[in-house]
């Protein structure tokens, strides 16, 4: 496999053309597929023209999606050297321009992940559908009689015990997914926009940032008050060593929900220590394109561990090989991190649907199934 | 040893005589640090390859030695599964052995400890060969599917006594830090009596066979069964023992490991429409002494609730394992949980091992052979309960034969499928 080069910075609208081929290249006519599919359904061309909705999602019994518009702006990402608690991870602080795009209003929940979790196929360990009796061995992601185009993508070979660790009500409607690898969130993403038409992928670090922001340059989005976190967030104070229900806290200024604390959530990215210093004042849309499994950026705090200074806009996770420790397998799961109780994703819709290989790249990060 | 004695009343009766050959294990005659550790997989799916890594990452003098599997691609992936071990593994052609005899090539290649990671219905055979060749052992869970297959543990684990050689298990929330510190706490009576317990495990199913899905044209009976294990009964033992045993395993530890009397119990096949002949659920209870009844639910439906919870209801309180343990007070709050420090949680599949190589080193001879085969042996209480429709005792079992193993194995036999035991007329043998 043809790997990309490492520490390429790409930035729009620059990065249509020079999106590099992505991993996973037998994968590239599913997205060809699900490219056209988007395409031809199109959507809002302005960023006026953008609502919020609710996407019905038909292979999770219909439940609901909601989306609600961030309108395209500039930010500064980073958090200044005063703030209280920061980390030098985060900066430089950049001023950034981000396009306009739908973000999930909640952390994506188990009653959405699950139907593409628990999809009854019998699976290779790269998720392409076990036709010939070898767990071991890809299958070329061709639809057979009967199959539709979200059959065939790439979903998860089942868990061998319930990721919700006893946590909440199992598998319960609005208690947040957790314990999937980005790979996992990426191409549950995928799934959703084979069977919707529209196109989701995981947030850009900078895009998450910016949405959890806010507008606001406070160490929350709610100001610089840490007393004030219990309205807003389920900690390590409040939380009781468990998630809780998406949505139950206050919002953010765009009315987004658990940004943060509860559980934290996967960015697109590949994380660098110094991300930021590679990136110029008034770039757009930047994205550190992830080439290695590890580390991988999660941003917004949990509840699990750390104090309020975790919790902060600015702050900054990356994923560790450590997040597997219990996979009895080898090799490990690339679906799941049955040692991290704390981490889950939420979505994002961008108004401009970008060209195939972008697209691509966006849902196969990194080395691919046969890292 | 001849790839025909798999069948394990053979097998029983052939044995008794050999335990006069007893040779002494190489690794207790020279126990120094350094002395090199020479290991053998057997079974190299995932877990085995897991349980290689662990065991290589154990004691920094262990060498991969030797390696066979049922199927030459199993060897291959495992190998590039290990390559981070590349410099601590010595595994030439001549010592990776593919085929249904690949295990005694294994035993016979120069090790000194064998992993056992094969589907569980090869386990009793495979560990009975690795003991009579004074190997220690590794065994990963469950260690039979059948009351043939118990007894043949049993036997083994007398022989490995008399023979100096160690024998640790596989079932691995034995070794977790959290977990052994909650049934600390039930075992030592900090909660007093144990009243009941109720655990379950109630996930999806790992590995389906799909509905009408047949043999692919040209491969034997044997090979497909062989690789898809987990679907049929006389190599995996069904979901209770291949998977939920693990419940099965603690709540014998929360009953200190003490006999039970009987169990009665109900099972079927809800679910599945595939041609295996697995159960997919189960739910049992069993009685134990003095009135204390436990029970346990096991299913693998998808789109259903799902849970693995061990609930352990004591005098003073509850335990509650094994994801987040804690006990809670008479008042259902919590008043205790585990916690480990950032930073310092440690991998019971890691401490399994670390703690088994860490004994050889010492000269200590870990022999867990008979505990594990009456955890197995309580998990097949429980299956045959809910086969027979029966209450079965404990007594019961020990005095049934039950052996599912074909006459005779070659990878190229016919093996038509057993059927699915029917409720009121299965019987126990």
């Known amino acids: 496999m043809k790997r990309i080069a490492p520490l390429l910075i790409l930035t729009l609208p620059a990065f249509a053309e020079a999106a590099p081929e992505g991993p996973n290249p037998s994968f590239l006519p599913v997205t060809e597929q699900i490219h056209k599919k988007v395409t031809e359904k199109g959507g809002p061309k302005t960023a006026d023209a953008m609502e919020a909705y609710t996407e019905e999602i038909p292979l999770a019994e219909n439940a609901g999606l909601e989306m609600v518009p961030v309108p395209g702006g500039s930010f500064t990402i980073g958090s200044p050297e005063s703030e209280e608690g920061r980390k030098e991870d985060e900066g430089p602080q950049k001023k950034l321009e981000i396009a306009p795009f739908w973000m999930g209003k909640y952390e994506v929940t188990w009653d959405l992940y699950r139907a593409f979790m628990e999809n009854g196929k019998s699976r290779n360990k790269d998720g392409t559908l076990n036709r010939d009796s070898d767990l071991m061995t890809s299958e070329a992601p061709k639809m057979e009689d009967g199959e539709t185009l979200p059959d065939i993508v790439s979903q998860p070979t089942p868990p061998y015990i319930p990721m919700h660790f006893e946590m909440g009500e199992g598998y319960g409607v609005d208690w947040p997914a957790i314990a999937m690898t980005q790979h996992a969130a990426s191409k549950f993403c995928e799934w959703l926009s084979a069977q919707t038409g529209h196109y989701y992928r995981l947030p850009t670090e900078a895009e998450w940032e910016y949405a959890c922001r806010a507008g606001t340059t406070t160490p929350w989005s709610f100001g610089d008050d840490a007393s004030k976190l219990g309205d807003y967030a389920w900690t390590m104070d409040n939380a009781e060593f468990q998630y809780h229900k998406v949505g139950e806290k206050k919002p953010n200024p765009w009315g987004l929900y658990d940004m943060h604390g509860n559980v934290a959530e996967w960015c697109l990215d590949g994380y660098l220590s110094d991300s930021y210093a590679k990136w110029k004042d008034g770039d757009k849309n930047p994205w550190q394109v992830a080439t290695e499994r590890y580390p991988r950026v999660a941003r917004g705090g949990h509840f699990f561990d750390g104090g309020p200074e975790t919790m902060r806009s600015g702050a900054r996770i990356a994923s560790d090989a450590s997040w597997k420790a219990i996979d009895p397998q080898n090799p490990k799961s690339i679906w799941y991190h049955t040692s991290n109780l704390w981490i889950g994703f939420r979505v994002v819709r961008p108004l401009e649907t970008p060209d195939v290989k972008t697209m691509h790249l966006m849902w196969n990060t990194g080395p691919g199934p046969t890292e | ?429």
């Open chain 2, 1 to 429: 040893m001849n790839i025909d004695a798999f069948n394990r009343r053979k097998f029983l009766g052939g044995t008794a005589a050999t335990t006069a050959a007893i040779g002494f294990p190489s690794i207790l005659r020279a126990a120094e640090d350094t002395k090199q550790i020479k290991v053998g997989l057997i079974g190299c799916g995932g877990r085995g390859t897991g349980a290689a890594t662990q065991a290589l990452s154990a004691d920094p003098n262990v060498v991969l030695w030797s390696m066979g599997d049922a199927f030459k691609g199993a060897i291959e992936g495992s190998l590039k599964n290990l390559k981070n071990f590349e410099s601590r593994s010595d595994v030439p052609a001549s010592r990776l052995f593919a085929g249904l005899d690949a295990f005694q090539k294994v035993i016979d290649s120069g090790v000194d400890v064998v992993l056992l990671a094969s589907p569980p219905g090869f386990r009793p055979q495979h560990l009975r060969a690795a003991i009579e060749a004074g190997v220690h052992v590794f065994a990963e869970k469950p260690m039979a599917i059948d009351i043939a297959g118990v007894k043949s543990v049993v036997e083994s684990a007398k022989l490995a006594k008399q023979k100096n050689i160690a024998i640790q298990h596989g079932f691995c929330w034995r070794f977790a830090p959290g977990v052994r510190a909650l049934y600390d706490k039930i075992n030592s009576g900090d909660l007093g009596r144990v009243v009941s317990v109720y655990g379950t495990y109630m996930g999806t199913p790992p590995k389906p066979l799909q509905p009408g899905m047949t043999k692919p044209e040209g491969m034997a009976d044997v090979e497909w069964q062989v690789r898809w294990w987990n679907n049929f009964e006389w190599l995996s033992g069904g979901p209770l023992l291949e998977q939920a045993i693990h419940t099965v395993d603690k709540v014998a530890w929360a009953m200190g490991d003490v006999a039970p009397i009987a169990a009665v119990a109900n099972g079927g096949r809800a679910m599945r429409t595939d041609p295996g002949n697995v159960y997919d659920h189960y739910n049992i209870a069993f009685e134990y002494p003095d009135g204390v009844f436990c029970h346990v639910g096991e299913r693998q439906f998808p789109g259903c609730h799902t849970e693995v919870i061990d609930r352990i209801f004591c005098e003073k309180g509850t335990a509650i394992a094994p994801n987040r343990p804690q006990t809670k007070g008479p008042d259902n709050k919590t008043n205790w949980m585990y916690r480990p420090t950032a930073g310092e949680e440690q991998n019971m599949y890691q401490v399994c091992h670390n703690e088994f190589f860490a004994a050889l080193r010492k000269g200590e001879i870990i022999n867990t052979g008979e505990y594990m085969a009456n955890s197995t042996m309580l998990a097949l209480l429980a299956r045959e309960a809910a086969h027979t429709g029966k209450r079965i005792t404990w007594d019961d079992m020990w005095k049934a034969t039950q052996d599912q193993a074909p006459d005779s194995l070659k990878m190229d036999d016919s093996f038509p499928i057993a059927p699915v035991p029917v409720p009121g007329k299965h019987k126990l043998i």
